[in-house]
């Protein structure tokens, strides 16, 4: 197995609780993979420790065969391990086209580029737009980001994920809070964008994951409680007890949910 991501014994404690206790993760390159849970089992912890956003108590964290254990959140974004965020985090007043180009501006690895002369800015509007019909979003181009609904500004971050060129993307819930159309929309977006990436994703929504995930590892509590394929995991009597809470299985809370 080719893996790119692998944790081992990755623990984060806060003031004597433990959120991530001992996980060893290991992602295969170029799959997509679920990470699901109850609430508070710990898994956008586990992504910000996988990000940089936070540093592990103890354990170590390795990406494409580098450990990134002690790096900043900005030097693993440059080796191309990208994430999105559980909240929407849009430039609301800048527009759609804007928002993809700050992103592609990293390129230039130069600060201040808000100040720059629209020549030198205008460089990256075809790399944008490109993106942006990518996404579904070319003909929103000139709107406001904040004008957006919900479910295309969550199409927007995966826009300008991309163009943060990733090896690896790992989206937290991006399906959360949308309606049925928009959850179709973006399961049909993560599925193209993936080929040829590896995806790391946490969701709610078991249909999605069903659909999506070639992976998936249950966490609760904390710790590492299954891993598998849908159809194993949804099996698991100690994955029902711990994640529904009930006796029926999984499949059969796919249509509550």
């Known amino acids: 197995m080719d893996t790119i991501l692998a944790t081992e014994d990755l623990t984060k404690e806060f003031l004597g609780f433990t959120a991530v206790s001992g996980v060893s993760l290991n992602v295969r390159r170029g799959s997509i993979h679920g990470l699901i849970g109850p609430n508070g089992a710990g898994k956008t912890t586990c992504f910000n420790l996988l990000t940089k956003f936070l540093q592990p108590t103890r354990g170590s964290i390795r990406f494409d065969g580098r450990d990134i254990t002690g790096m900043k959140p900005a030097e693993v974004a440059r080796l191309g391990l990208v994430r999105s965020f559980q909240i929407s985090a849009v430039f609301p007043h800048l527009t759609v086209l804007e928002n993809v180009r700050v992103a592609l501006q990293r390129a230039r690895g130069r600060s201040f580029d808000f100040w720059r002369s629209d020549k030198v800015l205008g460089q990256y509007d075809a790399r944008a737009r490109a993106l942006l019909e990518d996404v579904g979003l070319h003909t929103h181009a000139h709107l406001l980001a904040g004008e957006l609904p919900y479910g295309r500004k969550r199409a927007l971050e995966i826009a300008t994920t ?43 929504n078991l249909r999605v994951v069903e659909g999506l995930c070639d992976t998936i590892t249950v966490l609760t509590r904390g710790r590492v409680l299954a891993e598998g394929d849908y159809a194993g995991v949804s099996r698991n009597p100690e994955v029902v007890a711990a994640y529904l809470g009930t006796d029926p299985a999984i499949s059969g809370a796919q249509a509550h949910g």
Do not use: C, K, S, Y
Request: net charge negative.
């Open 162 to 204: 991309l163009a943060l060129d990733p090896v690896m993307m790992l989206l937290d819930e991006p399906t959360a809070g949308m309606t049925h159309e928009d959850v179709d929309r973006i399961v049909a977006l993560v599925r193209r964008v993936a080929q040829g990436r590896t995806v790391l994703m946490v969701e709610h």
